[in-house]
């Protein structure tokens, strides 16, 4: 967990950016709440269930997902027409 210094200035209070992977989500959720953390931004992979219900238990709400696809663009062949 680290402090968002851009963040924190833009929205005027204490934002922290979160990896989710350095501790339990619980014990790490009261320690930022002990910091006086009142919004926290992170991205968790879909697979982490564990850690999503987690938060959502302890009051976190989602906010934006984000979807990432892939394309070759080395492949051969024209693109469907549907995609133009």
């Known amino acids: 967990m680290s402090l968002s210094q851009s963040d924190s200035a833009r929205f005027g209070f204490p934002i922290a950016r979160?990896?989710?992977s350095d501790g339990p989500v619980g014990?790490?959720?009261r320690e930022m709440r002990a910091?006086?953390?009142r919004l926290v931004i992170t991205r968790l992979p879909l697979e982490d269930l564990y850690a999503i219900h987690e938060?959502?238990?302890l009051g976190a709400?989602?906010?934006?997902v984000q979807s990432l696809y892939q394309f070759d663009y080395g492949r051969s062949g024209p693109i469907?027409?549907?995609l133009l």
């Open 27 to 29: 014990s790490r959720v």
């Open 80 to 82: 469907p027409s549907h």
């Open 61 to 64: 709400k989602l906010m934006d």
């Open 35 to 37: 910091e006086g953390i």
């Open 18 to 20: 979160w990896s989710g």
């Open 55 to 57: 938060l959502e238990s």
